[in-house]
């Protein structure tokens, strides 16, 4: 068990800290004469920095990219130490800082441990073709992310010398990495002293100063990065802004903050507020008032209809899938043929299905380009539907209604749809190879689950499918997996 | 071989009445101590355990252990046509292909038989570890299914949290919030079914889907009492005795709110 901490802890102070605030005072300009709302005094930092790394060293999380010479945890399983190297490292936290934004961290452990065994180092990235970078990054979600750093890799080899800048405003300057990330990389990689700014440190710090308003509004970002500065400590930047996000992501949280193991509480004002008030405070002001809630834009509701084209040919059946444009929502990745569907009619909607024509037309043109015998009106009658799923993406919440199809081709012509070149990119993956399928973006596996599930009755298939978009939509919803281990049946010794 | 002859075969009606709703399929393993079911709802939020004692059996005979994968709602289907108070055989050979069921009326004036075919199921097994919990709820199971349904006419989460003072249950939706403590109620007066029993060695909360605590309480017939155990950060376990015969254990992951890096804010 870890030593109750001491509260107000201000009064008989060491000489210790004495010296550690003059250093404070020395390092950063404090106060001032421009806007001071929400500062720390010299005192302020110097408590808050040696609480917050006192309490890493002993609470934080062991994970995969995660380096604490300081480790106090006796638990740790040393692991390999960072890179000799500091561009090395810096390409590490690059990788992993890219990953986690927007994504669970337990998501993101396997999904580093692959990364590096692909790309071990910045210069085998620069070598790596999108197509391979888009598949390992096959459920992460928010594509975009993948490609930022494949280009980022090659502006590094191709403009800085193959070696990562170590100054914030150097990488800053590579494609995809903004201020979050290149004062990520600077201060944990080369210890420059950069404060950093996520979801994570606003809720830390406009609680700890008690701050309203919309922490992301221009003015208040501002002031979250100076504050950020103001605290980041100078011997170990990277240690403490690491230590900032932690404490953000395990104990002050969003909406069950655990004041009582918290390190920085004798410095927290919202907390404070909250005790002034009196323990039993129903209704009065809580931790949890900061930072401000801000009503999010609703998504965009779409609809679009697709269908699992399925090519068979000497036996065996290849899902047909065709490539997106390289601009805009999944640039580049692939996905079974679709059409947009209008908003729902009405009852008068119901026959002929909404789109099914349109996504006709579009198969036509796809296997005509096949050389195929024209998809004609016979085609339209073996498309079936099997359900539809939800996919949510930051701003659009979509809906797909899925066909399916089947069609028999001789060789030539599989040949050909394999690899079709041109505006509609073609290709085709084994049914049955999990690989191929794994390496898939979500919505198209959704999309491929729909399709087995047929062999299973239609109306429980669609409920299943009900659950299961609803489950992923709810990020909160833990899985069983991440708790219990995997386990072998009790089979009789043969 | 596998045979097993049940009483009540009521009971057997019961059990897939209480997992028909979360799993289309399962592998039931027949083993010399009893049969068994592991099994987890297609987004691996929940898991069942089953276990029906071979003691309970009025007969019971299995040489050796034998994974029988039956789709669940065949296996529904097929038990309408048992009456509640038949009598039921389950009977399959080393490696099945089929499961025969027979009923038999009590007068014994009817008798029918099923043969069912056995699929191959490969799922997940997991192992559940032994766990010492940190607070023990006991509570009359149709109380507790009341509660539920009560709570998911607001909200979709459910946060409990339980003292020793007692369990407050809490939802918000859109609508508003609503709150029931359930407070023990240790009065002489009461039967032990009726009873509310609370059990802490330290105060627990977590937050869980309303729909999947829904979906366990259709074990309410299989027993008076439900019984609630947490562990801080863990799955909560809910598990209906069946009375000198086994239980009915749920497990559900917990809803944890965004752990995430928040979102990079790229200024």
């Known amino acids: 068990m870890r030593k109750p901490v001491a509260v107000g802890m201000a009064v008989g102070r060491s000489s210790r800290m004495d010296a550690k605030v003059a250093a404070v005072k020395k390092e950063v300009k404090v106060g001032g004469d421009f806007e001071t709302r929400g500062l720390f005094c010299a ?14 060293d002993v609470n934080h999380r062991i994970l995969p990219w995660r380096k604490n010479p300081h480790s106090k945890r006796s638990d740790r399983d040393a692991g390999p130490p960072p890179p000799e190297d500091k561009s090395d490292f810096a390409y590490c936290v690059w990788v992993s800082e890219v990953m986690l934004q927007q994504t669970r961290v337990e998501t993101v452990k396997a999904y580093y441990t692959r990364w590096m065994e692909a790309y071990p180092t910045l210069a085998d990235l620069a070598e790596a073709d999108l197509e391979r970078v888009n598949e390992l990054w096959a459920g992460l979600g928010y594509y975009r992310r993948a490609r930022f750093l494949l280009e980022g890799a090659r502006h590094v080899r191709d403009k800085c010398g193959g070696r990562m800048p170590g100054e914030v405003e150097e990488l800053h300057k590579i494609p995809g990495i903004g201020m979050y990330t290149a004062s990520a990389i600077a201060s944990i990689a080369f210890g420059r002293r950069a404060g950093v700014v996520d979801g994570n440190v606003i809720r830390v710090l406009s609680r700890l100063r008690a ?26 930047p990277g240690c403490f802004n690491q230590a900032l996000m932690e404490l953000g992501a395990t104990v002050c949280t969003p909406k069950a903050p655990k004041c009582g193991e918290c390190p920085a509480r004798a410095q927290c004002l ?34 679009i209809r697709c269908c699992v084209l399925v090519v068979t040919s000497e036996g065996r059946g290849h899902f047909l899938l065709i490539k997106r444009p390289d601009k805009g929502l999944l640039a580049g990745l692939w996905e079974f043929p679709n059409v947009p569907v209008g908003a729902k009619t009405e009852e008068e909607g119901s026959k002929p299905p909404r789109g099914r024509e349109e996504l006709v037309g579009l198969l036509g043109e796809i296997l005509e380009g096949g050389s195929l015998e024209a998809f004609t009106g016979k085609g339209a009658q073996k498309l ?56 898939l973006s979500t919505g198209v596996r959704k999309a491929i689950r729909l399709y087995s599930g047929l062999g299973k009755k239609a109306s429980v298939s669609r409920k299943n499918k009900k659950k299961e978009g609803k489950a992923e939509a709810d990020k909160s919803q833990r899985r069983l997996d991440q708790f219990f281990g995997k386990g072998a049946r009790v089979k009789d010794e043969e | 071989m596998f045979e097993a002859r049940l009483l009540q075969g009521n009971l057997l009606k019961k059990v897939l009445d209480s997992i028909k709703d979360i799993i289309t399929e399962g592998n039931f393993d027949c083993s010399p101590n009893g049969l068994s079911l592991q099994a987890m709802d297609s987004s ?9 004692e071979s003691e309970g059996f009025e007969h019971y005979r299995c040489d050796r252990n034998i994974p029988m994968g039956l789709n669940i709602t065949n296996l529904v289907k097929m038990l309408k046509c048992a009456g509640s108070d038949d009598i039921v055989t389950i009977k399959c050979e080393d490696k099945p292909d089929n499961v025969t069921f027979l009923f038999e009326s009590k007068d014994n004036d009817k008798i029918s038989d099923f043969e069912m075919k056995t699929m191959t199921i490969d799922d997940e097994h997991l192992l559940v570890p032994d766990q010492t919990y940190t607070a023990v709820v006991k509570m009359p199971s149709a109380e507790f299914q009341r509660l539920c349904r009560d709570m998911s006419a607001i909200g979709d989460t459910v946060h409990i949290s339980v003292t020793k003072e007692g369990v407050r249950f809490s939802t918000t939706g859109d609508m508003g919030t609503a709150n029931i403590t359930v407070r023990p109620n240790p009065s002489a007066d009461l039967k032990d079914e009726e009873r509310t029993e609370v059990q802490i060695t330290e105060p627990v909360s977590a937050s869980f889907a309303l729909r999947y605590l829904n979906s366990f309480t259709k074990a309410t017939p299989l027993s008076p009492t439900v019984t609630l155990g947490m562990v801080p950060n863990l799955p909560v376990v809910v598990e209906y005795k069946i009375a000198d015969m086994g239980h009915v254990r749920y497990y559900l992951a917990p809803k944890i709110e965004d752990e995430e890096n928040g979102g990079a804010i790229e200024a």
Not at chain 1, 211 to 235: Q, Y
Not at chain 2, 44 to 52: G, N, Y
């Open chain 2, 44 to 52: 691996h939020v929940s898991l069942i355990d089953i276990l029906l």
């Open chain 1, 43 to 56: 005192e302020e930092i110097a408590e808050l920095r040696h609480r917050l790394l006192a309490w890493y």
């Open chain 1, 211 to 236: 701050l309203a308003g919309d922490p992301r509004a221009p003015a208040n970002t501002k002031l979250h990065w100076r504050l950020s500065n103001s605290v980041v400590d100078a011997d170990r």
């Open chain 1, 270 to 303: 919202a907390l404070r507020r909250q005790e002034e008030w009196g323990a039993d405070s129903e209704g009065g002001p809580s931790v949890t008032d900061f930072p401000e809630k801000v009503k999010k834009k609703p998504p965009r509701m779409e609809t």
């Open chain 1, 384 to 439: 079936k539907e099997v359900g539809s799923f939800e996919h949510v993406f930051s701003h659009i919440k979509q809906t797909t209604i899925v066909d399916v199809c089947s069609l028999q081709v001789d060789a030539k012509a599989f040949g050909t749809l394999s690899e079709m070149q041109g505006p509609r990119e073609t290709r085709l993956v084994p049914v049955d190879s999990k690989e191929g399928v794994a390496s």
